[in-house]
Nanobody
Framework: QAQLVESGGGLVQFGGSLRLSCTTS????????IGWFRQAPGKEREGVAC????????YQVDSVKGRFSASRDNAENMVYLHMNNLEPEDTAVYYC?????????????????????WGQGTQVTVSS
């Protein structure tokens, strides 16, 4: 059974940075794209970044382009979300998820139903 566990969330000031980690197990990371999603209170879950199986393809939603990026170390079963210039609007629970249908990232919107395994989430709070 695949498991994903996020860590690295916390409270950060406006303009600050955080790096989220996604520790995976029971999953051959060499084959699958990994996505990062977030959900703020009262809002739908939103795909923010994706990284392809060999880091050959990436995707970021427009609102985080130039600020967020994903990276991965398949040998260590780790995926990361690097978040810079954080804004209060980035406050949300962040999730990593494995896409067993794709090895590459989509050209446009990330859709949650394509992702089979999810972590429990980590809270990111950005103060103004």
């Amino acid at each position: 059974q695949a498991q994903l566990v996020e860590s690295g969330g916390g409270l950060v000031q406006f303009g600050g940075s955080l790096r989220l980690s996604c520790t995976t197990s029971g999953l051959n990371l060499d084959y699958y794209a990994i996505g990062w999603f977030r959900q703020a209170p009262g809002k739908e879950r939103e795909g923010v970044a994706c990284i392809g199986k060999n880091s050959e393809s990436t995707y970021q939603v427009d609102s985080v382009k130039g600020r967020f990026s994903a990276s991965r170390d398949n040998a260590e079963n780790m995926v990361y979300l690097h978040m810079n210039n954080l804004e209060p609007e980035d406050t949300a629970v962040y999730y990593c998820a494995a896409n067993l249908l794709r090895s590459r990232c989509p050209a446009s919107t990330m859709v949650p139903y394509e992702y089979s395994y999810w972590g429990q989430g980590t809270q990111v709070t950005v103060s103004s």
